[in-house]
RNA sequence: GGAGAGGUCGCAUAGUGGCCUAGUGCAGCGGUUUACUAAACCGCCAUAUCGCAAGAUAUCGUGGGUUCAAAUCCCACCCUCUCCGCCA
């Protein structure tokens, strides 16, 4: 959410900046909603200053006096509840504003290729694709996963279920050893959290709901973890906040019925280690932090040895929420291209003013938090590119060294 | 699922219709003193909205209601904690 001074002061900023986001906003109705709910608040607030004043007296004039703006005031709260009510509605669907650093384009082919490690895995075989590998080894069961679970449904199994756990290990305790702090963070959060990181109301098709419990089955850990310290007050010289927080994550994928369908890549369920900053509302330290956390990733990547690029997104390909976003694409034999394996957002103070998470600051100001997440790893997409990468000529393959000594191995084969 | 207790400024607490313009303590900020630190003392210090400003208004879990007037009385709901039951 950003704030409506800034919006009213701000106002073609605003608007270029949707546009190149490609979203629709009636900038008119949400102007005169706000010029309405002023001339109420206005109204509102001179008949209550009277009622004070004409209350103290405590005389029979001021009673009747004060009767009549008793039934002047209903009215007057009744409209400016309801033009409150609009208001914030519309509020939230106005998107962020993202940073000059960005490249305006319309969609995923405006986005910029800012870094590029190692180079495509050369074969002196004809590689498989992770499906075929993962079959004739044993090591992910798509048939059953469907009978018992539905489309997309799988089973780890093998070495990829310890894959899995020993990836979802290392990456825990590599980040932590960074100062991160670990979460296990809950799957279940409440409407508040998925409107507070801008998931609402924009992606609700693309969240599971369980309305019988009032709650959702988050798509990442973002959702809690920035939520972890909603509607709290902190300090400047407690921040910034770093958090590796597991979960398990589950994403309707409405709307990509037909995409990906084969394999481990694109999934209702998954398990994932997010990285999440709750910082200052300092932008150039934001940005510097933004960096750290695509460091961390690219860290990851590169102990496995996995060949990566990174991507800065177009204003186009980003999100309503996101000020600034690089998506880390992982090579894919089996799909002969990158992949994207891990997404990095700078959100401003956009979550943290729909989340009132706010701190403050050495000079007693009160100011909303800056907020950041990254992908550390999200497994078994992740497990596509190694599967893929690390296979051998006689249909073996090889575990990256880093994780050899958690596996207790290092080759898969049958 | 059942029973009970509770939700007040960053934290902790006081507050049972008008003296609440929400008090006090702690923390924080500034200062005096000090070789330094601590202590002591002095001052400042909730948030939001509207307003150029002076200031006004609102906010005591949320929403309704009663009243000229509600943190305070009534109703509903939400949340937290404790205990019992069930259970990985």
Same mark, same amino acid.
């Given at each position: 959410?950003?704030?409506?001074?800034?919006?009213?002061?701000n106002?073609?900023?605003c608007?270029q900046? =949707?546009?190149n986001?490609?979203?629709?906003?009636?900038w008119?109705?949400?102007?005169?909603?706000d010029?309405k709910?002023r001339e109420?608040?206005?109204k509102?607030? %001179? $008949?209550?200053?009277?009622?004070?004043?004409? *209350?103290?007296?405590?005389t029979?004039?001021?009673?009747a006096?004060?009767?009549?703006i008793?039934?002047e $005031?209903?009215?007057?709260?009744?409209n400016?509840r309801q033009?409150?009510?609009?208001f914030?509605a519309?509020?939230l669907?106005i998107?962020n504003?993202p940073?000059a650093?960005?490249?305006?384009? !319309?969609? /995923?082919?405006?986005n910029?290729?800012v870094k590029k490690w190692?180079?495509?895995?050369?074969?002196?075989? =004809?590689?498989?694709d992770h &499906?075929d590998?993962?079959k004739?080894?044993d090591? #992910?069961?798509?048939?059953?996963?469907?009978?018992?679970?539905g489309?997309?449904?799988?089973?780890l199994?093998n070495?990829?279920?310890?894959?899995?756990?020993? $990836?979802m290990?290392?990456?825990?305790?590599?980040?932590?050893g960074?100062?991160y702090t670990?979460? #296990?963070?809950?799957?279940?959060? !409440?409407?508040? =959290?998925?409107?507070g %990181?801008?998931?609402?109301?924009?992606?609700?098709?693309?969240?599971?709901?369980l309305? !019988?419990?009032d709650?959702?089955l988050s798509?990442?850990?973002?959702?809690? %973890?920035?939520?972890y310290? +909603?509607?709290e007050?902190?300090? /400047?010289?407690d921040l910034?906040? !770093?958090? %590796?927080?597991?979960?398990?994550?589950?994403?309707?994928? =409405?709307?990509s019925?037909?995409?990906?369908?084969?394999g481990?890549?694109r999934? @209702?369920q998954f398990?994932k #280690?997010?990285?999440v900053?709750?910082?200052t509302?300092?932008?150039?330290?934001? $940005?510097?932090? @933004?960096?750290e956390?695509l460091?961390? +990733?690219?860290? &990851?990547?590169?102990?496995l040895?996995?060949?990566?690029r990174v991507?800065l997104?177009?204003?186009g390909?980003m999100?309503?929420p996101?000020?600034?976003?690089y998506?880390?694409?992982t090579?894919?034999p089996?799909?002969?291209?990158y992949g994207e394996?891990? +997404?990095d957002s700078f959100m401003?103070?956009?979550q943290?003013r729909?989340?009132?998470?706010?701190?403050k600051?050495k000079?007693?100001?009160?100011k909303?938090? @800056?907020?950041?997440?990254?992908?550390?790893?999200? *497994?078994p997409r &992740?497990?596509v590119a &190694?599967l893929?990468?690390?296979?051998?000529?006689?249909?073996?393959?090889? #575990?990256?060294?880093?994780?050899?000594?958690?596996m207790?191995k290092?080759?898969?084969?049958?």
């Amino acid at each position: 959410m950003l704030d409506i001074k800034f919006i009213r002061e701000n106002l073609e900023l605003c608007k270029q900046a =949707a546009v190149n986001k490609n979203r629709v906003v009636d900038w008119d109705a949400l102007l005169t909603l706000d010029e309405k709910r002023r001339e109420l608040i206005g109204k509102a607030e %001179v $008949l209550r200053a009277e009622r004070n004043e004409v *209350s103290r007296t405590r005389t029979d004039e001021g009673v009747a006096r004060g009767k009549a703006i008793k039934d002047e $005031l209903k009215a007057i709260d009744e409209n400016l509840r309801q033009a409150e009510e609009q208001f914030a509605a519309a509020m939230l669907t106005i998107p962020n504003v993202p940073d000059a650093s960005v490249p305006v384009g !319309k969609d /995923e082919t405006g986005n910029v290729e800012v870094k590029k490690w190692g180079e495509p895995t050369k074969f002196d075989f =004809a590689p498989k694709d992770h &499906i075929d590998l993962a079959k004739s080894l044993d090591l #992910i069961d798509f048939e059953r996963g469907a009978k018992v679970g539905g489309s997309r449904a799988y089973f780890l199994k093998n070495e990829a279920a310890q894959l899995e756990v020993a $990836l979802m290990f290392y990456t825990l305790m590599k980040l932590s050893g960074k100062g991160y702090t670990p979460l #296990i963070a809950p799957s279940l959060a !409440k409407e508040f =959290a998925f409107f507070g %990181v801008g998931q609402f109301p924009w992606g609700r098709e693309e969240v599971y709901a369980l309305p !019988k419990d009032d709650v959702y089955l988050s798509g990442t850990a973002e959702v809690p %973890v920035t939520a972890y310290y +909603s509607d709290e007050m902190l300090s /400047e010289k407690d921040l910034p906040k !770093k958090f %590796v927080a597991f979960s398990p994550c589950f994403r309707r994928e =409405a709307g990509s019925y037909g995409k990906d369908t084969r394999g481990v890549y694109r999934l @209702h369920q998954f398990n994932k #280690i997010e990285q999440v900053i709750i910082s200052t509302a300092e932008t150039n330290n934001s $940005l510097t932090l @933004h960096e750290e956390l695509l460091a961390n +990733s690219e860290g &990851i990547l590169q102990d496995l040895k996995l060949p990566y690029r990174v991507l800065l997104m177009c204003t186009g390909d980003m999100g309503e929420p996101q000020v600034k976003k690089y998506d880390i694409e992982t090579w894919m034999p089996g799909r002969n291209a990158y992949g994207e394996t891990m +997404s990095d957002s700078f959100m401003g103070d956009f979550q943290a003013r729909r989340l009132k998470l706010r701190y403050k600051a050495k000079d007693g100001a009160v100011k909303f938090c @800056h907020t950041l997440n990254n992908t550390a790893v999200a *497994s078994p997409r &992740i497990l596509v590119a &190694i599967l893929e990468n690390y296979q051998q000529a006689d249909g073996t393959i090889l #575990i990256p060294d880093v994780l050899r000594p958690l596996m207790g191995k290092n080759v898969i084969s049958r």
